[in-house]
């Protein structure tokens, strides 16, 4: 289930201009599709907090 492997996440923090602000990156060690869709949850919610 999820193609167990290598997994990792990142996201770019952008100003209402499209400027980049700010990226970020790091390792899950080893994981499958679903730890990175709740870390990529995550990341949705930082953003919609950082938009404020």
Same mark, same amino acid.
């Given at each position: 289930m999820?193609a167990?492997?290598? &997994? #990792?996440f990142?996201? @770019?923090?952008?100003?209402?201009?499209?400027?980049?602000?700010?990226r970020?990156?790091?390792?899950?060690? &080893? #994981?499958?599709?679903? @730890?990175?869709?709740?870390?990529d949850?995550?990341?949705?919610v930082?953003d919609?907090?950082a938009?404020f």
């Amino acid at each position: 289930m999820g193609a167990p492997g290598p &997994s #990792g996440f990142g996201g @770019v923090f952008g100003n209402c201009r499209g400027f980049v602000r700010g990226r970020f990156a790091g390792s899950l060690s &080893s #994981g499958d599709a679903h @730890v990175a869709e709740i870390v990529d949850e995550g990341n949705q919610v930082a953003d919609q907090l950082a938009a404020f």
